[in-house]
Nanobody, 123 residues
Framework: QLQLVESGGGLVQPGGSLRLSCAAS????????IGWFRQAPGKEREGLGC????????FYADSVKGRFTISRDNAKNTVYLQIDSLKPEDTAVYYC????????????????WGQGTQVTVSS
């Protein structure tokens, strides 16, 4: 059974960095696109970026280009989201999700989701 587990969230001061992990089990990452999303209280789920794990190509939403980096380690069946220069408005639950096919940042395009990891940016 396809399963995704996020980890690496926590409380970080503004300006800090975090690396979130998305560990996949029950399937092989290759041939899947893995997207990262976040949802703040009272807001819709926002697509951040996506990686095509077969070749590592990435696509980012304009709002996060330059601060967010997605990478993968196919040997570990894990995808990462590096977030730099964290801001209080980055506070949210961060999710990863999997889909077969082309990359996307539309949450409706993804059927398999992790449980999320909380990121709180505060001094």
């Amino acid at each position: 059974q396809l399963q995704l587990v996020e980890s690496g969230g926590g409380l970080v001061q503004p300006g800090g960095s975090l690396r979130l992990s998305c560990a996949a089990s029950g399937f092989t990452l290759e041939h899947y696109a893995i997207g990262w999303f976040r949802q703040a209280p009272g807001k819709e789920r926002e697509g951040l970026g996506c990686i095509r794990t077969s070749d590592g190509s990435t696509f980012y939403a304009d709002s996060v280009k330059g601060r967010f980096t997605i990478s993968r380690d196919n040997a570990k069946n894990t995808v990462y989201l590096q977030i730099d220069s964290l801001k209080p408005e980055d506070t949210a639950v961060y999710y990863c999700a999997a889909r077969k096919g082309v990359v996307s940042t539309n949450p409706r395009a993804f059927a398999s989701w992790g449980q999320g990891t909380q990121v709180t940016v505060s001094s």
